[in-house]
């Protein structure tokens, strides 16, 4: 044999060896594999104890706290403004003045019948201090000469006696007169003084102010614009501006009737805003007591401290209202409940990871969670989700998930 062929025949002997093992180790495993096959990955929950509840999630959009149109009470033209859409005021600032040239003229013509009827009052007043003197002398003379009579009969005439009787009540007469005069002076000048103040209060109202602080929404007039009086009825006045309270914001949402008696006041209320991407905790403000009778839902309005400005008026936001709350039960999640008809069943893996299939006895669900009334303790296994995966005596191995990832993780 030469050496070429003792080369080729070592080279066969050494490709059918390999071969021959490869086979033989291949037949011993997959009969190893028939005897103890793999254990299934099961995925499991907790048998745990913690507060349940169904969460309601209503849609809704903040609106301003405060949001109106602000009107003139007195009609006239736009002199100047001072305010444009955007810009922030506070409660009593001048928004605008309007000029009323009528106006000022009766503002001058009421001051000068003040003037003219505090005048008056002055010379009535001289005019009742003379007619009060004029009386006393000769209330005097008549007492003195009546006296002097009485005493000494004959001593005075009697002609001269009834003169100054006359006198004295004469002068009492001009002092009635004097004392009328006064008071029709007097009432004169509260009429001069209340018109004043109507025209005072009036030309006050020239001036319009902001009612609380807020920021400008919407500009309606501009200079030189004629405003109607805002208490007018007869015609439809144009606004000047549209003032909007945004430091707080209210959260107006519809409560379904099912959900309406567990609404109370301070009721805690998680919102997400999703312009913003995050999440702010409210409070129930106030609500209607009162269901509407063609949607049967309850006004629910939650405040919201805006002091940032970061919230704006129309945002679109879901509101989460954690309802029908129990305390401390036993909870598993929905996707380890096995129906058959009526009865409730669950997997259950124990100590040495066997599966066995358990009655349960449940309660109260959530939208992911149920109570289970009896037929668990805490601390036990459950497996979650594909459920036709599993039967009774399988050895599985356990991955714990949470609630909603098991259907991820039986297929990983």
Known sequence: MTKKNLLIALFIVVIGSLVAWHWIGRTRTEADDAGHPVATTAPVSIVKRRDLGDTLTVSGAFKPFQDIDVHAKVAGYIKVIHVDVGDHVKEGQTLAVLEIPELAAELAGTDAEVRAAQEQ??????DLDRAQSTHAAAHSAYHRLKQAADTQPGLVAQQEIDDWQAKDLGAEAQVASAEAELSAARQQLEVAQDKQKQYTALSDYTRITAPFTGVITVRYADTGSLIAAGTSSST????????AQISVLRLVLQIPESVAPQIHVGGSIKVHVQALNQDYEGKVSRFADSLDQQ???METEVDFQNSDGRLIPGMFCEAYFLHDKKKDVLVIPMESVNLNGG????????SQNVVSLRPVKLGQE????VEVLSGLN???RVIV???GEFTPGQRVLPKLVEAGTA???GHS
């Open 385 to 387: 989700g594909n459920l």
């Open 121 to 126: 009052i002055r010379r009535a007043q001289g």
């Open 407 to 409: 259907s991820e993780a």
């Open 295 to 297: 949607t049967r839902t």
């Open 236 to 243: 439809q006045s144009l606004p000047v501006v549209r003032l």
């Open 366 to 369: 959530s939208s992911s969670q």
């Open 343 to 350: 009865q409730a069943s669950v997997f259950v893996v124990d």
């Open 378 to 380: 805490e601390g036990e």
